[in-house]
């Protein structure tokens, strides 16, 4: 058996087409929606994602401003800087680049953003509102690549409903929120959230229907660790040079033989990366739509 590929470029394309009939109408009614991005430094990674945000926005029709702090910039220069863009009436959204440059508190950062321009869902307000929000009743936007995650598993029609979901990591952007989302009514499903002090890894994710690995550990996740016939989703990054070409590469979580088990598998790169830009923009349209409701 070879596992069916969750396209996320395929699917973020299908979801940015969706997104442009939108942003028309929004214009339409005067809204012009705008994302910004801050970034503090320049790792090479982080310059990647951000330009990438950009090209995803003027592919669709959102205006989009990059303000670009150096690395030497002060936690008062960066707390400047958001209160810029809360304050900016062309920007109706934005993004603090993570990881910032040691010596910042990221939390503390997060907190300063305006929840209503949050488009990554992660402002303790919208996360505070997808722990209230269980029948997922409250409007927030959601961090982007749990969103992406089950949007691209309801898009290949995957079932998720009552199924056994094991998630590999905690981390603030996708495991711990990804938890809270798999559990809401609707989605339904039994989530068990794993990290570098479980006991027997292989054994929880042997008994998952639905694994997404978020660790950034290379090639973790072993075709001896997976049901036959689960969902594999492959979220982890890391770079790495190759040896051979002399270049860097980017390595996933999860080892390529897993595609010999697997009922479905994300690549990486082109899985879930692609869906969790395409979900940045859908809050930002989500965004700039809640601002024209009563
Ligand atoms: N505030 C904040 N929000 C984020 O959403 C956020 C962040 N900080 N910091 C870093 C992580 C990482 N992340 C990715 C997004 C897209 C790809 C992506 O599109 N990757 C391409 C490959 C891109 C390449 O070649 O480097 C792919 O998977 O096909 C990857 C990673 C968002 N993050």
């Not at 973790?220 to 990054?237: E, F, N, S």
């Not at 010999?260 to 940045?280: D, E, I, K, W, Y």
């Amino acid at each position: 058996m070879v596992a069916i590929t969750l396209d996320g470029v395929k699917t973020a394309s299908q979801i940015k087409s969706e997104l442009v009939d939108r942003i028309a109408a929004l214009r339409s009614h005067g809204v012009v929606p705008g994302l910004a991005t801050l970034l503090v430094g320049n790792d090479p990674g982080s310059e990647t994602y951000v330009a990438g945000k950009h090209r995803d926005c003027a592919e669709v029709g959102i205006e989009s401003l990059r303000i670009d702090l150096p690395g030497s910039a002060t936690s008062a220069d960066v707390r400047a800087a958001i209160k810029d863009l809360n304050a900016s009436r062309e920007v109706t959204g934005y993004i603090i680049q993570l990881p910032l440059p040691v010596g910042h508190n990221e939390n503390a950062m997060l907190e300063l953003i305006d929840p209503s321009k949050d488009a990554d869902g992660l402002h303790p307000t919208n996360l505070g509102r997808l722990v209230l929000g269980i029948e997922g009743e409250l409007r927030s936007p959601l961090p982007c690549t749990p969103a992406g995650i089950v949007e691209l598993l309801r898009r290949y029609d995957v079932p998720i409903v009552g199924r056994k979901v094991v998630v590999v990591g905690r981390g603030l952007t996708v495991g711990r929120p990804l938890g809270l989302l798999f559990t809401r009514k609707g989605l339904d499903a039994t989530v068990t959230l794993t990290h570098s002090r479980t006991v027997d890894l292989a054994g929880e994710v042997r008994r998952a229907d639905i694994v997404v690995a978020a660790v950034g550990v290379p090639h973790l996740i072993q075709a001896d660790w997976i049901k036959p016939g689960a969902a594999v989703l492959d979220v982890g990054i890391t770079r790495v040079h190759d040896k051979v070409t002399g270049k860097g590469r980017l390595t996933g979580d999860v080892s390529p033989d897993v595609a010999s088990v697997a009922g479905h598998l994300s690549p990486n790169p082109r899985g879930v990366g692609p869906m969790t830009r395409a979900m940045l923009l859908s809050n930002v349209v989500k965004a700039a739509e809640e601002s024209l409701l009563p």
